[in-house]
Nanobody, 123 residues
Framework: QVQLVESGGGLVQAGGSLRLSCAAS????????MGWFRQAPGREREFVAS????????DYADSVKGRFTISRDNAKNTVYLQMNSLKPEDTAVYYC????????????????WGQGTQVTVSS
């Protein structure tokens, strides 16, 4: 069982940047595909980005492609989401997720979820 804890959220002006971190417990972090999701009030949870176990392959939602970068440091059991050129539409609670598998997923096929960190982008 892996525990995930997000951090790095906050308030930022449109056009600014934030770096989210997700720290995972245990010694098997490198066996998990990792993903970031977000949910705004009144909206469905949506996929943001995912990264393969070794950090070589990545996948991004069209809405964030070119602005966000997902990365991971397996030695630190941490996955990151660098968010640049933020827009008010990016405002949401951001969740880190892990799945025991190989193929990247944009859906709900994740086994573990963090509690989320709030990102608010003002105009």
């Amino acid at each position: 069982q892996v525990q995930l804890v997000e951090s790095g959220g906050g308030l930022v002006q449109a056009g600014g940047s934030l770096r989210l971190s997700c720290a995972a417990s245990g010694r098997t972090f490198s066996t998990y595909v990792m993903g970031w999701f977000r949910q705004a009030p009144g909206r469905e949870r949506e996929f943001v980005a995912s990264i393969s176990r070794g950090g070589i392959s990545t996948d991004y939602a069209d809405s964030v492609k070119g602005r966000f970068t997902i990365s991971r440091d397996n030695a630190k059991n941490t996955v990151y989401l660098q968010m640049n050129s933020l827009k008010p539409e990016d405002t949401a609670v951001y969740y880190c997720a892990a799945r025991d598998g190989v193929v990247l997923s944009r859906g709900a096929a994740y086994d573990f979820w963090g509690q989320g960190t709030q990102v608010t982008v003002s105009s």
